[in-house]
């Protein structure tokens, strides 16, 4: 093992696989996301919320990664890529992945709302009377 605990601030490099370091950017990562959506967090299922937390980890994962080379650059002094670079392209394609399917998701449930409605047990009365008196 090295100098540091692996639970110690001070053996973080990047912080992209720390939890204590993603947390509170993924929370502002999902805040940020709902509030661009016109969402609140009760209106996703549980499904949508788990690719939520899916995605907003992905993403701050990788703000992290993206400091990490602003701050050290993307190669050492040798013109070597370093070793995080790695991990930057497997949280890249995480991300991408995670919000193509958190995407998906939404899309899909806005297309059947009342479906979807009913199929969690909902009460949909005041719509269903609505298309009573359409028809």
Known sequence: MG???ASNAAAV???????????????RQKRSFLRRNRLRTSDLDAIGG???VNWSRASAALALLD??????GWLDEQGTPRPFTKLYL???????????ALQAHLRERRAEPLAQLQAEGRV???AAEERLRAS
């Open 13 to 27: 490099t990047h912080g992209a696989t720390s939890p204590a370091r993603i947390a509170p950017i993924a929370a």
């Open 124 to 126: 949909v009365r005041l």
């Open 90 to 100: 497997a949280a890249l394609n995480s991300e991408r992945h995670a919000l193509r």
């Open 67 to 72: 400091e990490y080379a602003s701050a050290h």
């Open 50 to 52: 788990g690719l939520l």
């Open 3 to 5: 100098r540091f605990a």
